[in-house]
């Protein structure tokens, strides 16, 4: 049997008539960036992730590049996120000059620890940026009841959470800008790269439709200096024939992550690997399904290559241990939680189409894998 990471080609034959179609459509009109596709899909995104506005642009990495631009970072600002996220997370904020302030994670669920957030905030923090890592949401309720004290704008990392709600609230409705990615390990994976913004704020949202476009409200004249960075027709077709089967892709992932649990559990592996905690009044989205494991993940991993069984490691290298991030001057042991979730975490498979037996193999794999030991 092989079981790979991630496996797209049930879910993309499933919809090929339709999506060829909505190709057509794009090609018969000639609109290959923004244009009515891409307008038809932001309505719906707002729809969806119940926000006033949603504004589509080339990338997630430029979603959290844009956002934080309209909330004004500039250079020598400093924003507060987290050390143990993708790249583009932090890479955003030193784009524009400005300088990330890492606060540990909690180990529970991988996401910022609010309770260190206060203390890192000082007079030039300009923006704060939780991430909400593998499809569940950071603490909100918490870190808007702290930021609401000092009036700082919240930017949310959602790449990796459309749809995860913490208390009925959707991700990227619960600060200033919600930023989302359209890659397509994402839970909605568009046909290359794309991405998008959700906010409440009618200025804000006017600066981001701007911002994505060169600045420029009217052709030719620029109020800011923008980038490029729109969304393309091809991509808006295709995601709208993939939006409405969004929750019930979810809603698998959930049994599956439900499945690896009892799975895990009747195999008596609860000891060796610890699963992942889901929060209260939340609903977790699975963009990933990451397990713990001290001491020998590493071992683990090479047993369920060796099996056919595709797994990942999201992320081996905290930022602040980066290379190109030395010139910060973090050191190692700073933030003991992140490195010690760099060493630890497995991400299985996941995805919708995945089978029960293909589930049972993964664990039967990882108790071989153990046994072994
Ligand atoms: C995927 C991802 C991004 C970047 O999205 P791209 O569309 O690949 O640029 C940013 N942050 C997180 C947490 C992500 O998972």
């Known amino acids: 049997m092989k079981v790979p990471l991630l496996d797209l080609t049930e879910q993309n034959s499933a919809l090929r008539p339709e999506i060829e179609s909505a190709l057509g459509r794009v ?18 995104l707002a729809e969806y992730c119940r926000t006033k506005y949603a504004i589509g642009c080339a990338s997630g990495s430029d979603a959290l590049l844009l ?22 997370t932090v890479s955003a904020i030193t784009r524009l000059g400005a300088t990330p302030v890492f606060v540990d994670i909690d180990p529970k669920t991988f996401n910022l620890d609010v309770s260190q957030i206060e203390g890192a905030i000082t007079e030039r923090t300009k923006a704060i940026q939780p991430v909400h890592l593998y499809g569940q949401c950071a603490d909100m309720e918490a870190l808007n009841d702290v930021v609401g004290r000092h009036g700082i704008p919240v930017v949310e990392d959602a790449a990796q959470a459309i749809g995860a709600e913490e208390n009925g609230r959707r991700a990227g409705a619960m600060s200033e800008v919600g930023c989302f990615s359209f890659y397509p390990s994402k839970n909605l994976g568009g046909m290359g790269d794309g991405g998008f ?24 004249y620029h109020k800011w200096v923008g980038v490029n960075s729109r969304l393309d027709g091809f991509q808006g077709a295709v995601l709208r024939v993939k939006l409405p089967h969004l929750d019930e892709w979810t809603d698998r992932r959930n049994q599956n992550a439900d499945r690896y649990r009892d799975l895990f559990t ?34 683990l991993r090479k047993h369920l290559a060796a099996a056919d069984v595709g797994t990942d490691i999201y992320y081996p290298v905290p930022l602040h241990l980066q290379e190109c991030f030395e010139y910060l001057g973090y050191r190692e042991g700073e933030f003991p939680e992140s490195e010690k979730a760099a060493k630890e975490t497995l991400a299985l498979p996941i995805y919708p189409e995945l089978r029960s037996e293909q589930q049972e193999y993964v664990v039967e794999k990882v108790r071989e894998s153990f046994e072994e030991k």
């Open 67 to 88: 956002a934080l631009m309209a909330v004004g970072v500039k250079a020598g600002d400093e924003v507060i996120t987290t050390p143990y996220s993708f790249f583009a």
């Open 27 to 44: 090609l018969d009109t000639n609109a290959f960036i923004l244009g009515g596709e891409v307008k038809a899909l932001e309505d719906e």
């Open 266 to 299: 009747n195999a008596g592996l609860t000891e060796q690997i610890e699963l992942p905690f889901e929060r209260e009044n939340c609903r977790h989205i699975y963009n990933q399904f990451v397990i713990r494991v001290s001491g020998r993940r590493d071992e």
């Open 197 to 220: 913004m959700t906010t409440d704020d009618e200025q804000i949202a006017r600066e981001l439709v701007a911002l994505r476009n060169h600045g420029s409200e009217e052709r030719y």
